[in-house]
């Protein structure tokens, strides 16, 4: 296991389409987290899973932003109707459960909509 | 919700030691993080500090808990060149993380 993948690393695409990003986590971590990072700032949170539970969406930017963990493995996160606005790196990280448990981080999608 | 405080910009020379500051607003953060990230890399976790410790000491890095002011701070000793990042402090929240915007250290030979 080569740590947090994500895919693609780079998505360019035009106003009004709909885009979809995967990540892959460390195979034993039961948690996944996608975050937003826009430029000159840090990441920002957006939701979590636990296994495939999503414990928490009230983040989540916009109903145009969804995400899925659909057997508690890999995770998409996907933009409708995406504005220039939603371009950004998107980060997933994933943990193990619990208090203080390191979150490793991928190297992020970075999404320029044109 | 926490609100995470940093400077933006750091610069030294090779062989200086840097210290990057950060001030939180939320005092339940069980733990507060520093991350490194380079560019067009992901986020990479340097160290972490219990809320109730006054400091932690990990090779180069010393990290400083002052809970009553609730700032934070990183010291790096010898600055290399390779330390050219930027530097984000992070409190944790239930299940989640709240970072800085980040501070930009530039280490000149």
């Known amino acids: 296991d080569t740590g947090v993948s994500q895919d693609p690393r780079h998505k360019i695409t035009k106003r009004g389409q709909n885009v979809t990003f995967r990540c892959d986590p460390i195979s034993e971590h039961n948690r996944l987290y996608w975050y937003r990072q826009t430029l000159g700032q840090g990441p920002e949170f957006l939701t979590y899973f636990q296994n495939e539970a999503q414990l928490e969406k009230s983040r989540l930017l916009s109903d145009r932003f969804s995400a899925e963990r659909p057997k508690g493995s890999f995770s998409t996160l996907e933009i409708q109707r995406t504005e220039q606005g939603d371009s950004a790196m998107y980060l997933c990280?994933?943990?193990?459960?619990?208090?203080?448990?390191?979150?490793?981080f991928g190297q992020g999608t970075r999404l320029t909509v044109v | 919700g926490e609100d995470v405080e940093q400077s933006l910009f750091l610069s030294v020379r090779e062989g200086d030691s840097s210290v990057i500051n950060c001030t939180y607003t939320d005092s339940s953060s069980t733990y507060l993080y520093w991350y490194k990230q380079e560019p067009g890399a992901g986020l990479q976790l340097l160290t972490y500090i219990f809320s109730n410790m006054d400091m932690k000491q990990d090779q180069r890095l010393t990290v400083l808990l002052n809970k009553k002011d609730k700032h934070l701070s990183l010291r790096i000793a010898d600055t290399q060149t390779g330390d050219s990042a930027i530097y984000f402090c992070?409190?944790?929240?239930?299940?989640?993380?709240?970072f800085g915007k980040g501070t930009m250290l530039l280490v000149s030979p």
């Open positions: 990280a994933s943990s193990l459960k619990g208090l203080n448990t390191e979150a490793f």
């Open positions: 992070a409190g944790s929240g239930y299940s989640t993380l709240t």
